[in-house]
């Protein structure tokens, strides 16, 4: 709680102030001043049972070898999808980024899978239950077709903005 108020506060004085999960890993002055992930950051800590590293890899077309070289050392990939009227349609586009990536993390390996599903406050209604699980839907139909078990794949509403199930 203490980091995320830390990087909240450097947010805001960077007029950035909804930025503050990202910035635990986005370290580069350019990731934060574009708002962006560029580069695969790492962070690790231990549970009772396990040792556990997060690798927050690149979203963003650009940086997609960086992606691959974060996505090839995971067990697990957390993938996060926009809820937005749009951003989720060119996202499970033949050629959006929801697509390449979930296909990536299968082809290297990873045979676990979360989606977030994030903006969950820019549906309309906000928080629409019938959005959600039309994007769970549509992702369910993908995901299967390329190897994953939908039924195994933990689907989480979230609101990156607002915090809503972050934590």
Known sequence: KRTIEKFEKEAQEMG????????????LKAERER???????LWKFETAKYYVTIIDAPGHRDF???MITGTSQADCAVLIVAAGT???????SKN??????ALLAFTLGVKQLIVGVNKMDSTEPPYS???FEEIKKEVSSYIKKIGYN?????FVPIS??????ML
């Open 96 to 101: 959006g980024q929801t697509r390449e990536h």
């Open 64 to 66: 997609i070898k960086n």
């Open 86 to 92: 749009g951003e989720f349609e060119a996202g499970i």
């Open 160 to 165: 990156g903005w607002h915090g809503d199930n």
């Open 150 to 154: 939908p039924a195994a794949v933990a």
């Open 16 to 27: 950035k102030g909804s930025f503050k999960y990202a910035w635990v890993l986005d370290k």
């Open 129 to 131: 239950e019938s959005r």
């Open 35 to 41: 708002g962006i992930t560029i580069d695969i950051a």
